[in-house]
């Protein structure tokens, strides 16, 4: 829908280069300079419009109007997508305090606060999945997952998965429904036949999924400081920002005590206390993604069991085209309480601020406009 700035009878229209207009079969089309409204022309009274510009086109924030039916995007396709279930049972005993000390153990660990004697007593426990390593850079030991073209047929990649390293955020309910408790636990999925959680049936040790990849999968370097080998992965679409810890010594860690979070709760930590390190995730990208849910399936003062869902979907950038109606006005929020200082309290109780230089006409122009 048009605000009406390139509607040749508009009263906005004062002139008009008619050279840039054409109508085939009674439809108007527009070129550059389609329309010139009184907005950035408001002394045009006559053709040709020559040197006639106002203050607000000379800044360059009017430019040339006009508003096709279509605009392109570039947006996300999903072109094939997959999935599966697995489940894992721990022994709550076997749980490491990732705190405690430095160790080798980089799986079925509790950090941030989290442990055992919390998971024992909630009644409830939520959790989400916010990281998940797959194992495909710098690989652990042999055993390590790959993705590699299926036989007889290029455009199919067959994703083999063993290892993986489940990170999931954990909140502890208590009976009356009410958060008592946060922390992280990091679990081994898809496990050797001889580790801990391993199971013919629901935690087997690898999984084989074929995936349609057109386009290619994406690719990270394994050894960037050697012979920088580069080895297909699978991005994690998780819950990992990029946020780095400000105050913090290169060489040590910052490790939290018990207690209410003061200065004196905590302690530096030297560098031999190796922990892993997060990688932002929270970004969707091209090639072969993953998402991961988990649910608690059931739990008691020995073991605990935690399903997890894995969803595969091969996504790749494409540019389409839509039909354009005009800019979304998100709502705005409702502040509660009062401010003394009378233009804060003006700005928060006003309109949302607005970006005021457009690409296009679209319906109602912003009100810095106005």
């Given amino acids: 829908m048009s605000c009406g700035c390139n509607n040749v009878n508009s009263n906005l229209n004062r002139a008009v280069i008619t050279n840039n207009i054409n109508t085939v079969n009674g439809e108007t089309k527009h070129f550059s300079n389609a329309g010139i409204c009184n907005i950035c022309h408001p002394l045009a009274t006559e053709i040709p419009t020559v040197g006639i510009a106002s203050p607000i086109e000379d800044a360059g924030y009017c430019p040339p109007i006009g508003e096709p039916k279509l605009l392109t995007l570039m947006a996300p396709a999903v072109y094939d997508e997959s999935g599966f279930n697995l489940c894992r049972t721990i022994k709550l005993a076997d749980f490491v305090n990732a705190c405690d000390g430095p160790m080798s153990r980089t799986t079925d660990l509790?950090?941030?606060?989290l442990t055992v004697n919390d998971l024992k007593k909630a009644?409830?426990?939520?959790?989400?999945?916010?990281?998940?390593?797959?194992?495909?850079?710098?690989?652990?030991?042999?055993?390590?997952?790959?993705?590699?073209?299926?036989?007889?047929?290029?455009?199919?990649?067959?994703?083999?998965?063993?290892?993986?390293?489940?990170?999931?955020?954990v909140k502890v309910i208590d009976n009356n429904c009410r958060v008592c408790k946060e922390g992280m636990m990091t679990l081994r999925y898809l496990p050797g036949e001889n580790c801990p959680g391993y199971d013919e049936d629901t935690n087997p040790a690898n999984v084989a999924i074929d995936l349609?990849?057109?386009?290619?999968?994406?690719?990270?370097?394994?050894?960037?400081?050697?012979?920088?080998?580069?080895?297909?992965?699978?991005?994690?679409?998780?819950?990992?920002?990029?946020?780095?810890?400000?105050?913090?010594?290169?060489?040590?860690?910052?490790?939290?005590?018990?207690?209410?979070?003061?200065?004196?709760?905590?302690?530096?930590?030297?560098?031999?206390?190796?922990?892993?390190?997060?990688?932002?995730?929270?970004?969707?990208?091209?090639?072969?993604?993953?998402?991961?849910?988990?649910?608690?399936?059931?739990?008691?003062?020995?073991?605990?069991?935690?399903?997890?869902?894995?969803?595969?979907?091969?996504?790749?950038?494409?540019?389409?085209?839509?039909?354009?109606?005009?800019?979304?006005?998100?709502?705005?929020?409702?502040?509660?309480?009062?401010?003394?200082?009378?233009?804060?309290?003006?700005?928060?109780?006003?309109?949302?601020?607005?970006?005021?230089?457009?690409?296009?006409?679209?319906?109602?122009?912003?009100?810095?406009?106005?």
């Fill in 110 to 113: 509790l950090f941030d606060g």
């Fill in 123 to 169: 009644t409830h426990l939520q959790v989400q999945v916010v990281d998940i390593d797959f194992n495909f850079v710098c690989p652990k030991s042999s055993r390590f997952s790959d993705i590699k073209p299926a036989k007889n047929n290029p455009n199919i990649s067959r994703v083999t998965l063993r290892d993986i390293d489940v990170t999931i955020a």
């Fill in 212 to 370: 349609y990849t057109p386009y290619g999968v994406a690719f990270a370097a394994e050894n960037p400081a050697g012979c920088n080998k580069l080895v297909p992965i699978v991005n994690y679409v998780g819950f990992v920002g990029s946020d780095l810890c400000q105050g913090c010594v290169q060489d040590y860690g910052v490790m939290p005590l018990s207690g209410d979070g003061s200065v004196d709760q905590y302690k530096y930590l030297p560098s031999t206390h190796t922990f892993k390190t997060f990688e932002p995730n929270n970004g969707l990208t091209q090639g072969i993604s993953a998402q991961g849910l988990a649910k608690v399936i059931s739990g008691d003062d020995e073991y605990l069991a935690i399903g997890l869902t894995l969803y595969f979907k091969v996504v790749y950038f494409v540019q389409y085209k839509f039909n354009h109606e005009g800019l979304c006005v998100p709502p705005k929020f409702a502040v509660a309480g009062n401010l003394e200082t009378k233009s804060c309290l003006s700005f928060v109780e006003g309109d949302l601020l607005e970006q005021n230089i457009l690409p296009l006409s679209v319906c109602i122009p912003p009100k810095s406009y106005s």
